[in-house]
């Protein structure tokens, strides 16, 4: 089963703010990543955590509880470029060197509306 | 910036035909990635490459192959495609040392297998 989990689908409107939560199970933490899918394309980058806190990018933060096993991405003043898939992603279960050893979450749909 | 090129983005094969996907990174990453991607079921890693000639499984490796002959290349080979391959395929590599060590990944290469 996944080792990552995350809401399916969340909708909002232009101008307001998403919160996308994610909870992991692992032994071999070394940090939870959040990416950016659009339709049709490949994912990127958007932000990396390993110590708890938040980390701020501009419209975009990211949260991380190690203690809890949970993360969030925000996302404020949404636009309608945001529409897009966010994956969460974190080491494999069951891996103590999880170096480069990613496993994700299903994603989360976010659909921004006029 | 780094780019990672796939060679087709789309195929169309027959049950039991061989199929070769490749995948170049030009930005001299030690780690490269094959994943699947399936609704509903988010990238799932199949096999993954810390070094030349080096080669991991990842989770889901059945039926699946690859090869690493040279650092920038990495290929991902079905002996025997099953209708049960039709995924979106994404390549990605990642730099090894400092730094989250994020994935940039390819446009993905969907194929179909009839």
């Known amino acids: 089963g996944q080792n990552i989990d995350q809401p399916t689908e969340m909708t909002a409107t232009e101008g307001a703010i998403v919160q996308i939560n994610c909870t992991y199970q692992t032994s071999g933490f070394n940090g939870l990543f959040w990416y950016q899918q659009h339709a049709g394309e490949a994912p990127t980058f958007l932000s990396y955590?390993?110590?708890?806190g938040l980390e701020e990018k501009g419209r975009f933060s990211s949260f991380l509880s190690r203690s809890k096993g949970y993360s969030y991405l925000l996302l404020k003043e949404l636009q309608m470029k945001d529409s897009a898939s966010y994956l969460c992603?974190?080491?494999?279960?069951?891996?103590?060197?999880?170096?480069?050893?990613?496993?994700f979450g299903a994603g989360t749909q976010v659909v921004v509306t006029p | 910036d780094v780019k990672v090129t796939q060679s087709s983005r789309y195929l169309v094969k027959r049950t039991g035909e061989k199929v070769f996907l490749e995948c170049v990174q030009d930005m001299d990453h030690e780690n490269m990635f094959w994943y699947r991607q399936d609704p509903g079921l988010g990238l799932r890693l199949i096999y993954f490459?810390?070094?030349?000639?080096?080669?991991e499984k990842g989770d889901i490796p059945e039926g699946y192959s690859v090869s690493r002959e040279k650092k920038e290349r990495f290929s991902l080979i079905l002996e025997s495609a099953s209708t049960n391959q039709t995924s979106m395929y994404l390549c990605?590599?990642?730099?090894?040392?400092?730094?989250?060590?994020?994935?940039?990944f390819g446009e993905g290469s969907r194929l179909t297998v009839l």
């Open positions: 490459s810390y070094d030349v000639k080096m080669k």
């Open positions: 992603a974190g080491p494999r279960l069951g891996t103590t060197d999880s170096w480069g050893k990613f496993q």
């Open positions: 990605a590599s990642s730099l090894s040392g400092e730094g989250p060590g994020e994935l940039f």
């Open positions: 955590n390993v110590l708890d």
